[in-house]
């Protein structure tokens, strides 16, 4: 199982490619900096409580996962 720390973490690594790709995209649209980063930042910081709860939410499910066998000393 992941700490929160790791859950965190790869949301907020993800999150750095994601904001940049969305503040493009909204720049390319409007031609302005300011709606683009405002737009790339807010994305992102909702975005993260998304994904560090999604990811919390699977550790919970069992399906699809493989426990490995405890062996006996």
Known sequence: METHLRSVAKGM??????T???????????????MALFA????????IGLFWGHERLWQTVAWGRNIPPTSSP
């Open 40 to 47: 790339g930042l807010s994305d992102s910081i909702v975005k």
């Open 13 to 18: 690594s993800w999150r750095v490619i994601a």
């Open 20 to 34: 940049l790709v969305t503040t493009i995209v909204v720049w390319l649209i409007s031609g302005e900096v300011s």
